[in-house]
Every structure is written in C-alpha cells, then in structure tokens.
Nanobody
Framework: QVQLVESGGGLVQAGGSLRLSCTASGRTFSSYAMGWFRQAPGKEREFVAAISWSGLNTYYANSMKDRFTISRDNAKNTVYLQMNSLKPEDTAVYYC???????????????WGQGTQVTVSS
C-alpha cells in the first residue's frame, strides 16, 4: 500500500502563489509517475499535471500549463506543484496521485492522497 500526504494548501489572494508538496511512503515501485488532480465544489475531479520518474516527461492540463509547474525529488519521494498567478477559479481540493506504470499520458491515479484545500480569494 502506498501512502500519500499532501501539504502546502491554504488561502491566498488572486495573483498570488502557492507550492504544494506530496510525499509518498509505504510500498515502493522501481519507477512511477506522480501527479496532481483537483476537485472544485460541485464539479468533477480534473487532471492538473503529471511527471515521470526521471522528471524528463511532464504533462499539463491546457488551462494550467502556463501558470503551474510540476517537479519531483526522488530522494525525498516527493512531488511538488508550484502554482503562480492564482485565480479564484483555481479554488479546489488538490489531490496527489501515483501511477506505477510511469505514464504521464494518460496519467492514471492508482493511489491517492487525502487532498489539500486551496482557496483563492478575489
């Protein structure tokens, strides 16, 4: 079993920045992709970004690729999501996920964290 713990969420004004972190523990794989999804109130969960084990392959949702950057530190089993120029519509619970196939397209979240709330005020 893989445990994922997200952190870094909070309240920020529009135009501000936040950096989310997610650390994996428990069962390990030889290589795996990590990524982020989000779910806003009353909406379906949507894909945000994913990164391969090596970090060489990344994939973003079109609406976020110019403002968000995904990265990882394998020594810490941690993936990061740097979010800049935040907008009120970015308000959501952000979930970290792991795909043991190491694919970023498509990225399939087989293991999930509990989520961290991001609220962007106008």
């Amino acid at each position: 079993q893989v445990q994922l713990v997200e952190s870094g969420g909070g309240l920020v004004q529009a135009g501000g920045s936040l950096r989310l972190s997610c650390t994996a523990s428990g069962r390990t794989f030889s290589s795996y992709a990590m990524g982020w999804f989000r779910q806003a109130p009353g909406k379906e969960r949507e894909f945000v970004a994913a990164i391969s084990w090596s970090g060489l392959n990344t994939y973003y949702a079109n609406s976020m690729k110019d403002r968000f950057t995904i990265s990882r530190d394998n020594a810490k089993n941690t993936v990061y999501l740097q979010m800049n120029s935040l907008k009120p519509e970015d308000t959501a619970v952000y979930y970290c996920a792991v795909d043991p196939s190491n694919n970023v397209v498509p990225f399939r979240g087989d293991y999930w964290g509990q989520g961290t709330q991001v609220t962007v005020s106008s």
